[in-house]
């Protein structure tokens, strides 16, 4: 069945690294979107990409969507404290007509 | 609007205890989900709905049912609660399709069997 594997599952990095999570599919996928987890908190939706090789910013948060449409990528370019939490990618697929979450990479930020 | 909101926001139920698990939105949308997220594993669908009196099983149906009487209500129900129903539980809703609309979440409930 269509699974979603995303790396790594933990990350700690100091204030001013970047961060990078990929997001690997077993399929084809129509779509991926993009969630934030604060901890405690709900996910809530950054982004969705469509198209083959697409790439999104949202400030300091770079998404790529691959040529084969089977992975995604979420770099975040010098962390904050505020960009700690869980990101988890989900893959959509007009196959199957689900859409399947990653497990998530938690990001720790210190300060 | 509140968006999705669940009740309650934690609960401590023993062994073959039974509860309700409710979730309301308010944006009209004809599509909800139950997700269980367990540590490190991600969130799992256990059931979804395309609209008041349709429902259907997600990856993680087993112990759960659900009904859909109303657009805005999407209750989830267990029956025998045992400790690997042991979670975090979210509701959410979108407007359209199941894999490429927005999903908006509550803000979850969280659940200790004993």
């Known amino acids: 069945g269509q699974q979603v594997m995303q790396i790594p599952q933990y990350q700690h990095v100091q204030e001013g690294e970047d961060f990078t999570t990929y997001c690997n599919s077993s399929t084809t996928l129509s779509n991926i979107q993009w969630y934030k987890q604060r901890p405690g908190g709900h996910p809530v939706f950054l982004i969705q990409l469509v198209k083959s090789g697409e790439v999104k910013k949202q400030k300091r948060l770079t998404f790529q969507f691959g040529e084969a449409k089977k992975n995604s990528s979420l770099h975040i370019t010098a962390t904050q404290t505020t960009d700690v939490g869980t990101y988890f990618c989900a893959g959509g697929s007009s196959n199957t007509g689900k859409l399947i979450f990653g497990q998530g990479t938690t990001l720790q930020v210190k300060p | 609007n509140a968006g999705v909101t669940q009740t309650p926001k934690f609960r401590i139920l023993k062994i073959g205890q039974s509860m309700t698990l409710q979730c309301t939105q308010d944006m009209n949308h004809n599509y909800m989900y139950w997700y269980r997220q367990d540590p490190g594993m991600g969130l799992k669908l256990i059931y979804y709905?395309?609209?008041?009196?349709?429902?259907d099983k997600g990856e993680v149906p087993n112990g759960y049912n659900v009904s859909r009487s109303t657009t805005e209500d999407f209750p989830l129900r267990l029956e025998l609660a045992a400790p690997s129903q042991t979670s975090v539980y979210f509701c959410?809703?979108?407007?359209?399709?199941?894999?490429?609309?927005?999903?908006?979440f509550g803000p979850g409930t969280r659940l200790l069997v004993l």
């Open positions: 959410a809703s979108s407007s359209g399709g199941r894999y490429t609309e927005t999903q908006y």
């Open positions: 709905s395309v609209g008041a009196g349709i429902t």
